[in-house]
């Protein structure tokens, strides 16, 4: 057999600290890794779909997009022994499962809180309307933008999901499809659209994903960004950080439903069906995910995902860091926001983050944009091709413009 094992890893700052592991591994084990691909999550997703065969033996995932890759991960049931799955928090376990089957170890969960400058901020806003209010007041582009949010993929999904869910709207009713052309609907995309509007975050903020606004913070040039946990240790970097000292972290304001509510999932790494019969795979994966590794990922400000590790945290940690810890936890017991797992999820996704970008930057009305992610996603869960605005067939990815 081979010895040498293929795979596909996630890769940016607030992943790449734990592949520094990947030599002791090997000189451990004598087994040696070929990281054949990296990239972020976007990159490797399409990456992995355009393979006609996965050539990998151990990918990461994530617990939203693994029911889309079934075709070539593989189920854990009898591969890892129920006494390794001991540790791992229940709830990412149940995340990790579809259909009865667990795709993947846990690696981390993500939940975001509000990141503020307190040396700008005294409290933080309570409500949303607040924040954007703050926002403007503080905004002084280009030195200082008053609140910044992705502006394509997940993040701008996700953000939109949030507010709209804040608002009363339902993105994922029990048929999958939104009940988002309302007042909810209107107010969430009315306010990203707003802030766009007002210049409250730079003009290219379309092209940002996640680590664009993450620098935007920690360069100084944000007031208020929504941010992951594992962004938390170059925060506190004194040596890269404009804001170290000056970090103030709460609770997502509430919107107009009255609820606070944060996108959320977990990533994980999963066997290919090439890699679960391989041995050595097998053993690579709960590397990854073992105490020493994620105590790894939790230093670097990851919620840790077994309980052991949580321990070890909650013993060496700091008073600022437990009680980031603690408002974590929170979060994800009280106010968490999953999506279902279904296999058509990444279209949905896809199609949902175009339209509003277009919306919020004008190029499509709020009422046409929420009418029109309402009949595409309506036909992708019907397992139809979805159809542009004028009727016609179309195939993704989709943007409409005026």
């Known amino acids: 057999m081979n010895n040498e094992l293929q795979i596909a890893l996630v890769s940016g700052p607030a992943y790449d600290p734990l592949y520094e592991s990947l030599a002791m591994f090997t000189a451990t084990t004598g087994i040696r890794v070929n990281v054949a691909f990296t990239g972020d999550h976007p990159a490797l997703n399409h990456h992995l779909a355009e393979l006609e065969q996965v050539p990998y033996d151990l990918v990461s995932t994530h617990t939203k997009y693994a ?13 890892i022994d129920d006494s390794e799955l001991e540790d791992f928090a229940p709830m990412l376990l149940e995340l990790a499962t579809f259909n009865e089957l667990l795709y993947g170890l846990p690696r981390n969960i993500d939940v975001r809180l509000l990141h503020y400058r307190n040396d700008l901020i005294t409290t933080p806003p309570s409500t ?30 996700g953000t939109f999901y949030e507010l709209a869910e804040m608002a009363g709207a339902h993105l994922f009713r029990s048929d999958l499809v939104p009940d988002i052309e309302n007042d909810a609907g209107r107010w969430a995309l009315g306010l990203l659209q707003k802030l766009y509007s007002e210049e409250v975050m730079p003009s290219e ?8 606004v993450h620098e935007c913070f920690r360069s100084g040039h944000a007031a208020m960004v929504c941010d992951w946990p594992g962004y938390y240790s170059l925060y ?16 997502y304001p509430t919107g107009p439903a009255g609820k606070s509510l944060t996108y959320g999932g977990g990533h994980t790494f999963a066997l290919t069906k090439t890699g679960a019969i391989n041995e050595d795979a097998v053993k690579f994966l709960l590397f990854l995910t073992a105490f020493d590794q994620q105590l790894v990922e939790a230093r670097n400000g990851c919620v840790p995902v077994r ?96």
């Open 205 to 212: 903020f379309s092209s940002w994903h996640y680590e664009e």
């Open 67 to 79: 029911p889309s890759q079934r075709d070539f991960l593989a189920p854990l049931n009898g591969i």
């Open 307 to 402: 309980r052991s590790v949580m321990q070890e945290m909650q013993g060496e940690a700091d008073e600022a860091n437990k009680k980031r810890l603690a408002m974590l936890e929170r979060v994800i017991t009280e106010h968490i926001l999953i999506p279902p797992k279904f296999a058509r999820y990444p279209e949905v996704e896809e199609v949902l983050w175009r339209t509003v970008q277009s919306a919020i930057v004008g190029e499509t009305s709020i009422d046409d944009a929420l009418r029109y992610m309402r009949r595409q996603v309506e036909h992708i869960v019907r397992s139809e091709e979805p159809i542009a605005a004028n009727g016609s067939k179309r195939s993704l990815p989709i943007r409409q413009t005026r």
């Open 236 to 251: 506190q970097d004194e040596s890269i950080s404009a804001v170290n000292g000056n970090l103030g972290l709460s609770l």
């Open 128 to 157: 949303w309307d607040e924040l954007c209010d703050l926002a403007l007041r503080l905004n002084s582009p280009p030195d200082l933008y008053g609140f910044v949010f992705p502006g394509r993929e997940s993040g701008l999904f």
